[in-house]
């Protein structure tokens, strides 16, 4: 597929998207590029803010297979991916799968749930598939897994384990609306539109499953020169020795800046990758990986300070 054509699909479904999503253009930018990266989202806001609202809305948009679940606290492994059943009559195990078996997979408010829990997850994020009695199950393609999860602050919430956080490309942060696209949301309400009665927003289907396997695979094609592969493999080499954190990024996260950098190259319209790509996308995919030292915390340094210190730090190339 053409550059031109995937930043056409890409513009016009983020414009569906935000008939729905008001204030939310950075979120909704961010989904869409993992999605067309293979890549996972996390999603963190207080309740309210719609996340659960944005990926209904991508369920509508993107013609594919959209299954929800409510992470709790008494949730099982197998009400997620499914389990083996015993026909006494037939006397043969039967296997049910269960919902991750589908496109687009929201685990809502996924740190409800405890470790062992979110866990069932970390296969399904990385080979694409479950294993279930020892009989692997492959899963279908494209999957796509957004997790919205509160605040840890908030009361009920139990941290993600480091191994699942490293399987999300991004992690996005949800924020209030600003006064005008509050304003765009009672807009909407008063006119009789809203989350419960979506087929007023006439949302139309802009992408099928096939065309975002043919994006996914087109990405191979936007060109990342030696000098920019450089400068990613510093931006996470320097995170592993930089003086706030003890615990740097992974190779897994060099490999989804890079992928993730492709993705919003070709969003664009481009065919190569500029180090403003890799600049804009950095907190986006280190935020969650980097673990900041207990002083530097104690003295209100963030993730995203860190990441900003680095890319200040690595002199990126020059074109």
């Known amino acids: 597929m053409e550059v ?4 056409d699909l890409f513009q016009r479904t983020t414009s569906e998207i935000g008939k ?9 930018e961010g989904v869409v590029l993992a999605i067309f990266s293979e890549g996972h989202v996390l999603i963190e806001g207080v309740p309210g803010l719609g996340k659960t609202l944005l990926v209904n809305t991508l369920g509508r ?9 409510q992470f709790t606290p008494d949730l099982m492994p197998s009400d997620l991916t499914g389990h083996s059943m015993f026909h006494l009559g037939e006397n043969r195990f039967e296997f049910v799968a269960g919902p991750i078996f589908t496109n687009l997979l929201l685990a809502d408010e996924v ?5 062992k829990t979110q866990s069932a997850l970390l296969e399904a994020m990385q080979e694409l598939q479950v294993t279930i009695d020892g009989k692997s199950h492959p899963l279908q393609r494209p999957f796509f897994t957004m997790a919205t999860q509160n605040p840890l602050e908030q009361e009920g919430t139990y941290p993600l384990p480091e191994a699942q956080l490293d399987r999300f490309m991004f992690k996005l942060l949800v924020d209030y609306p600003s006064p005008e696209a509050e304003r765009q949301i009672l807009r909407n309400c008063a006119e009789g539109r809203g989350s419960r009665r979506m087929e007023t927003y006439g949302l139309e289907t802009v992408l099928t499953a ?3 396997l043919e994006i996914q695979q087109s990405l191979n094609a936007v060109i990342v020169e030696p000098s920019m592969i450089n400068y990613i493999a510093n931006i996470i080499g320097r995170s592993r020795e930089w003086h706030s954190i003890s615990v740097g990024a992974s190779p897994r ?17 481009r065919n ?3 180090p403003d790509d890799v600049k804009s996308l950095a907190p986006w995919v280190l935020r969650h990986r980097l673990r900041i030292r207990s002083d530097a915390e104690i003295e209100g340094t963030t993730a995203d300070d860190a990441v900003r210190e680095i890319l200040e730090s690595v002199e990126a190339p020059r074109r």
């Open 20 to 28: 729905v999503l008001a204030g939310q253009e950075e979120l909704v």
């Open 272 to 274: 190569f990758v500029v």
């Open 111 to 115: 740190n409800r749930a405890p470790a």
């Open 253 to 269: 996260a060099g490999v989804n800046l890079l992928q993730a950098s492709r993705s919003l190259a070709a969003s664009e319209g």
């Open 61 to 69: 948009v993107i013609d594919c297979g959209f299954k929800r679940v």
């Open 210 to 212: 096939a065309e975002i």
């Open 4 to 7: 031109s054509r995937i930043a």
